[in-house]
């Protein structure tokens, strides 16, 4: 009797906290309970929905220039930063001021741009993004330094490896 109690009493512990689940932050709706998740130093999360040929096009040869070989996946990533450091306001606030910002991308004189990397700036501008908000560092072959000397949310932390490119967040990934 007392092992059957046992499994009951996990059965139940396991269905609340499945109800309970939360993904992303903010309020979500799950199962009829609000849950409330805060994050620290959210950043801005809206950035202009619309921008010009002009925009497009430097994001397409910063993609270019600087995983031009890469897989979609990594160009995707790559022009996410981009529009993540935008929202962000750390960096500018135009797509411009971002990507001239200093020692924050290549060149944009790396060859023509493939189909690819057209395809990676559109779908990242007309979609929403499956990266975290705060993916803003990125680098071929190794992640960042971690930065200890500074604040927790404002260290390099190792995200995702996509085709040998290392992508960082600053603090724990946030997704909107």
């Not at 309970?33 to 040929?53: C, L």
Request: aromatic share 10%; charged share 25%; hydrophobic share 35%.
């Amino acid at each position: 009797m007392h092992r059957a109690s046992l499994i009951l009493l996990g059965i139940i512990v396991g269905l609340y906290c499945g109800f309970c689940h939360a993904e992303a932050v903010g309020t979500k709706e799950y199962h009829e309970r609000p849950i409330q998740v805060v994050a620290i130093e959210e950043p801005k999360a809206e950035y202009i929905a619309e921008f010009t040929d002009a925009e497009k096009n430097l994001m397409v040869r910063v993609v270019m220039s600087e995983v031009g070989g890469k897989d979609l996946d990594c160009k995707q990533a790559v022009a996410q930063t981009i529009l993540n450091r935008l929202a962000s306001g750390k960096w500018g606030d135009s797509i411009e001021e971002v990507i001239n910002y200093p020692n924050a991308y290549s060149t944009q004189d790396n060859g023509e741009p493939n189909a690819e990397c057209y395809m990676a700036v559109e779908w990242v501008i007309s979609h929403q993004t499956t990266f975290p908000v705060n993916m803003y560092h990125f680098r071929e072959g190794e992640y960042h330094t971690r930065q200890e000397h500074l604040p927790y949310e404002q260290q390099r932390i190792e995200y995702a490896e996509i085709d040998g490119t290392y992508f960082s967040t600053e603090g724990s990934p946030i997704w909107e």
